[in-house]
């Protein structure tokens, strides 16, 4: 992933605080064991899913041929038999969600726990700070995956139409067995999502904000304002971006960071593009439009379509324009 090592974040936090993230080499130390191993095990699996999801080619060919001949059996049989392995490939992209979302959950309660403050987290904990970041990264490429590749709902609407339409005649697929109509309806509701993986990690960080009353809101976006402003400092400034070895450093580093602006516009009450919020959205943004547009586009329509407050009143012109 290139030389990340450690870099200056904002100064303007915390009083001058200093902390540093080393993405790269950090290693869990004892008291960090038991999240880090829960947490990998879950991560493992990250590199294949994004494997899976980059050749999911579709059905579309044997969809379309068995619409066209609606009376030719045999190639309704192909296009069901075409159709049913891929759903149940999207089932497993599904259920993994749900993991990474127990995953996401068990690092913010250890990255926001007493007595320690966010920054004193962030430097106590710098495997699971990596963790934290490595989930972004993944969620952020699936979803730019899953944006292009309209054949995963176009699959998926064609599975839950034969099977209705079996239905009406009393028959039942195999292929209902493993995917009934109670996980149809979750799995139809996760893909019709933009972005579903963001969606599953803003939704259970809202979540975990109100069931932990007693935790400052304040320790769970301080957290990720932190690890924002981390990323923009180490993509704009050239003493730390010359260290980087390959372009997936520079990628994995932006998408972290859109990553954990979504986040916390979800999480605070005013959101990121306030002007008392604590992440410079001027800073991020323009540091995206530096690079190339092709592997950026994708980052900053997530900014656009998949924030909560960028068309609020207290959103400056200045930000809006930047990001049409």
């Known amino acids: 992933m290139g030389n990340l090592l450690k870099v200056l974040a904002c100064t303007d936090l915390e009083h001058g605080t200093i902390v540093f993230l080393d993405f790269e080499h950090a290693q869990p130390t004892e008291a960090e064991t038991a999240v880090w191993n829960q947490v990998s095990a879950v991560l493992e699996e990250a590199h294949g899913i ?81 963790q934290f970041a490595e989930i972004l990264h993944f969620t952020l490429s699936f979803d730019e995956l899953k944006m292009t590749n309209p054949a995963i709902q176009n699959d998926f609407s064609y599975y839950r139409r034969t099977i209705s339409r079996n239905r009406l005649n009393n028959q039942q697929l195999d292929a209902e067995n493993e995917v009934n109509n109670e996980m149809a309806n979750r799995m139809s509701l996760f893909y019709a999502e933009a972005t579903p993986m963001l969606k599953t990690l803003s939704n259970a960080t809202t979540k975990f904000v109100s069931e932990n009353k007693t935790l400052p809101i304040e320790d769970t976006t301080d ?51 306030a002007k008392t919020s604590k992440i410079d959205m001027k800073g991020c943004i323009k540091v995206l439009k530096e690079q190339d547009s092709n592997s950026v586009e994708g980052l900053l329509n997530a900014l656009r379509y998949t924030t909560r407050h960028l068309n609020d009143d207290s959103t400056s012109k200045q930000i809006r324009a930047m990001l049409q």
């Open 50 to 130: 994004l494997a899976e999801l980059q050749s999911y080619n579709g059905a579309g060919q044997e969809i379309r041929e068995a619409i066209q001949n609606p009376s030719d059996l045999q190639l309704q049989e192909k296009a069901w038999n075409a159709v049913c392995p891929l759903v149940a490939k999207l089932k497993r992209f599904y259920e993994f969600s749900l993991r990474l979302e127990n995953a996401l959950r068990s690092l913010l309660e250890a990255l926001t726990s007493p007595p320690y403050a966010p920054m004193q987290h962030l430097e106590r904990e710098q495997a699971l700070a990596k």
């Open 223 to 273: 957290c990720l304002s932190t690890m924002a402003c981390v990323c923009r400092v180490m993509l704009e400034t050239p003493e730390y971006r010359c260290r980087f070895t390959n372009t997936d450093t520079m990628l994995f580093c932006m998408r972290v960071m859109v990553g954990v602006i979504i986040l916390y516009d979800h999480v605070h009450p005013v959101g990121a593009f």
